[in-house]
């Protein structure tokens, strides 16, 4: 193969830097790395290498120019291993994660370089931003250290960057692997003739005709749960679902021991007192302040729901239980069952009347497919996103559906960042995982789901600063949700809904009495909702505050029990061996930023409602001040110009029924 061949070693010919997925094979990819490697730290040795005196344009501004080749492989790279991770791609993360965590290093841990950025002088507040976050980025990966720490940080990131793949590569086979099958069509029971179609074509794709197949979701709570009702197979789909990721157990206890070493070597009490010092929270002791305070109200909400469906179940609850009672609970108080929602949630109809047209409503963007572009699977949809003006903005790239290749739960990714130094536009994909049929119909969850997506997807879109590393969603991991979550706002809003939530055969509008008491249910299962996440919460805490030594499974009961919300029926949104958000996915010591964030956006809800909800000055407030800026001041600085004052809580504590 001649270089040339290589599409990763040139700029992609593509509008907007599209990368060039048609013309990407996996052979491609080890090269790219290869070279990008090389390329980047050749151009390290020229920033250090410079005769010339430090300064902001030689040093950061070339910092923040180097590495292009290793960041088009990696993007591209990593957005496969997410949504559609073939054999040949899991081959190649395993060889290439710890090479790239020593890459990192051998960047960060270049004392050379590290002089040379403390040498330079800003020359106003972005370029001192700028700066302080690199001395930041620098001191925090152990550029201050003993070269003796530094070896022994190399080697610890190395088995991290190993054992973080390996924990991903396992879940999404043991998923696949324990997906339930049935050979009864007695025991589906409960599910409507569609479903029981799709559960028999998904046995077929998976070479068990004849047969159907219940395949598993993310969280512990599976969405089939609510419908069955063979009590024997819920528990045998519940069980599957929480005996998850076995093979994980050893790992997970490794993972906990060598972050809590890494932050030990840092100067941190443990990996939570490190995560948060680069947060908006600052200090561990302010989110176990905060969780401390939402706990108790959260379980006994959840123990007063459990009574309610105890009443009508007429035995004790188990969690294979809960979904199935609550299901009937929301039927006789509010008359509305998921199954009659569906038809008014169709797919394409929600991404383009209702996602589209919020933002169309709010911030003037426009959406026009582009069939000429192409994703990295068939699914994929490339839409073109317009100013009001008619200006381009950048590209919007839609996978919404699940694969047996795709992990699971929903993401954004960035595929090209904005940046006027770089004189790039955002190009962003939304990964979704819902089933596909004909039409493919959604439950409201999901279409939730899609608003949220797409607020990170607007984040990225409008970002509008100078310098890569501030980038769209290029802020405190405990700030990323906070546009996201204020998305799904326009989800329930009256003209949105009514806009998208049309009947896929009669094109009739939902009726209001539908809506309303739709909107009504929203507000049932809160406790038990909020106690399942706040229990994920905790057990991530525990592993990166307490984890010493010893048995995952037993840490983690134990865990739970210390915090209060060891309940029976009410399972944490992630068991350990499966919760790859914290083991996997960079939110470690972070899934409290969910709760964290929401403060921020049950608080701006408010700010919409106060200034009339969906208008275009409500919109370009929120694009200018807080969109646009991505990481480029600090976010809670960004908020407070927004709202006019700091975050108030109850918003929050309303919404979710803790007051
Ligand atoms: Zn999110």
Request: charged fraction near 25%; avoid cysteine.
């Amino acid at each position: 193969m001649t270089p040339d061949a290589n599409p990763f070693l040139s700029p992609s010919p593509l509008p907007y830097l599209l990368p060039p997925f048609q013309e990407i094979e996996e052979e491609h990819y080890a090269p790219a790395f290869e070279q990008g490697m090389a390329e980047h730290l050749a151009e390290i040795e020229e920033i250090t290498g410079n005769p010339e005196p430090p300064t902001f344009e030689n040093t950061i501004e070339a910092l923040e120019r180097s590495g292009d080749l290793l960041d088009r492989v990696s993007t591209v790279f990593f957005n496969q291993v997410s949504s559609d991770a073939t054999p040949g791609v899991q081959e190649i993360q395993k060889d290439v994660t710890p090479r790239l965590a020593a890459h990192a290093d051998a960047v960060h841990l270049d004392a050379k370089l590290f002089a040379r950025i403390q040498a330079v002088e800003a020359a106003d507040d972005e370029q001192r931003w700028l700066l302080d976050r690199y001395l930041t980025d620098f001191t925090r990966a152990g550029a201050v250290l003993g070269q003796e720490d530094q070896q022994r940080l190399k080697r610890i990131n190395e088995r991290l960057s190993t054992l973080a793949t390996t924990f991903q590569q396992n879940l999404l086979a043991d998923t696949n692997a324990r997906a339930v099958i049935v050979d009864d069509v007695s025991e589906l029971d409960g599910l409507s003739a569609d479903a029981v179609q799709g559960l028999r074509e998904t046995a077929k794709e998976r070479g068990l005709d004849g047969r159907y197949l219940v395949t598993l979701v993310l969280p512990t709570s599976q969405p089939s749960l609510t419908e069955l009702t063979d009590r024997a197979l819920r528990q045998r789909i519940h069980e599957a679902s929480t005996g998850r990721g076995a093979a994980n157990a050893e790992l997970i206890t490794e993972i906990a021991a060598l972050r809590q070493e890494r932050a030990t070597l840092l100067g941190y009490r443990n990996h939570a007192e490190y995560v948060l010092a680069d947060q908006t929270a600052k200090t561990a002791q302010a989110v176990t302040d905060m969780l401390d305070r939402l706990v108790p109200p959260a379980v006994s909400n959840a123990r007063k729901e459990q009574s309610d469906l105890e009443e009508i179940a007429g035995h004790a609850v188990q969690p294979w239980d809960w979904q199935f009672y609550a299901e009937k609970v929301r039927k006789a108080r509010y008359d509305i069952d998921s199954a009659r929602m569906r038809p008014y949630f169709e797919l394409n109809t929600v991404l383009e009347k209702g996602v589209f047209h919020a933002a169309t409503r709010l911030y003037g963007i426009t959406f026009t497919e582009r069939t000429d572009l192409h994703g990295y699977h068939p699914d994929v949809r490339v839409f073109e996103v317009f100013n009001e003006d008619g200006t381009p903005l950048g590209l919007f790239l839609g996978d919404f559906h699940s694969r047996a290749s795709k992990r699971g739960g929903a993401w954004m990714n960035s595929l090209v960042k904005q940046s006027s130094l770089l004189g790039t536009g955002p190009v962003v994909v939304n990964n979704l995982n819902i089933v596909k049929g004909e039409p493919t119909l959604m439950t409201f969850d999901e279409v939730n789901t899609m608003f949220h997506e797409f607020g990170h997807a607007l984040h990225a879109l409008f970002s509008d600063v100078r310098f890569p590393r501030f980038s769209g969603t290029a802020v405190p991991r405990d700030f990323v949700e906070y546009p996201s979550q204020v998305n799904e706002m326009w989800a329930t809003d009256p003209e949105i809904l009514a806009n998208y939530a049309k009947h896929y055969e009669t094109g009739e509008p939902m009726p209001q009495e539908l809506v309303d008491r739709m909107l009504e249910a929203q507000k049932f299962n809160q406790g038990f909702a909020t106690v399942e996440y706040l229990a994920a919460t905790l057990l991530d805490w525990a592993w990166h505050t307490d984890y010493a030594d010893g048995d995952a499974e037993r840490f983690e009961a134990e865990a739970l029990k210390r915090a209060g919300v060891d309940l029976a029926a009410v399972p944490p949104r992630y068991r350990s061996t499966y919760f790859a958000h914290i083991w996997a996915s960079g939110y470690s010591a972070g899934y409290y930023s969910y709760i964290w964030s929401e403060v921020l956006d049950a608080d701006t809800v408010e700010w919409f409602k106060e200034n009339g909800g969906l208008r275009r000055e409500n919109g370009d407030t929120f694009r200018r001040e807080l969109l646009s800026k991505g990481g480029s001041v600090d976010a809670l600085t960004a908020f407070r110009n927004f709202r006019g004052r700091d975050p108030e809580i109850t918003p929050l504590l309303t919404r979710r029924g803790l007051l």
